[in-house]
């Protein structure tokens, strides 16, 4: 800031105006570009994605500072960032085909005794692995996990059936 000041004194006029001229034309690659930093954030925007931007559909090719290369049924198309935030987006799925699932269990065992016991099930996926949370009431408890890929969600529920776990998809605090 000090450095810029100091520039600003040496001719106040010329170089104030050269400065404004300078933030006005960097202006939209800058926000483009912290926009961008936004949008690696988000963990289901990655290489391989199936993502939808207005009438485009396609596949995430590349993840550049400015935008993104998307491959469509009609080629290849690249989507600043700041495009994509005033359109809107919506991701299909990732290239793995894993999705995470959240279901609340009742169940009276504690959260340490459910996890050790998830670890014996092969079709979760410990890559991403289970989370358990405990809700307001003592007995339910909040799952979310990620299979297998080839995993299913019924010989998941059927494990936790055998166990005496029942499942519900969503909480409700008077039952």
């Known amino acids: 800031m000090l450095l810029v ?8 006029v010329v170089h104030g105006l050269f400065l404004v001229i300078i933030g006005a034309l960097g202006y ?9 930093l ?3 954030m988000n963990p289901l925007i990655a290489k391989g994605s199936m993502i939808t931007i207005d009438n485009y559909k396609g596949e ?9 290369v998307i491959s469509t049924e009609s080629g290849q198309s690249f989507f600043k960032y700041v495009a994509i935030d005033k359109s ?7 290239d793995t085909g894993n999705y995470r699932h959240t279901i609340y269990l009742n169940t009276d065992v504690t959260k340490a ?9 092969p079709i979760l996926n410990f890559k991403e692995p289970p989370t358990v949370r ?19 969600d019924e010989d998941f529920l059927a494990f936790l059936a055998e166990h005496n776990i029942t499942t519900t998809l969503t909480f409700n605090k008077e039952s």
Do not use: C, W
């Open 5 to 12: 000041l100091d520039f600003i004194a040496i001719n106040y």
């Open 38 to 40: 936004l949008f690696h």
């Open 88 to 94: 809107g987006f919506s991701i299909t799925s990732k």
């Open 60 to 68: 995430i090719k590349q993840m550049l500072p400015q935008g993104m």
């Open 28 to 36: 939209m690659p800058i926000r483009n570009y912290i926009s961008g």
């Open 113 to 121: 005794k459910l996890l050790d016991f998830l670890f014996t099930n």
């Open 134 to 152: 405990e809700t307001e009431l003592p007995s339910v408890l909040k799952l979310q996990y990620t299979l297998e890929e080839g995993g299913n």
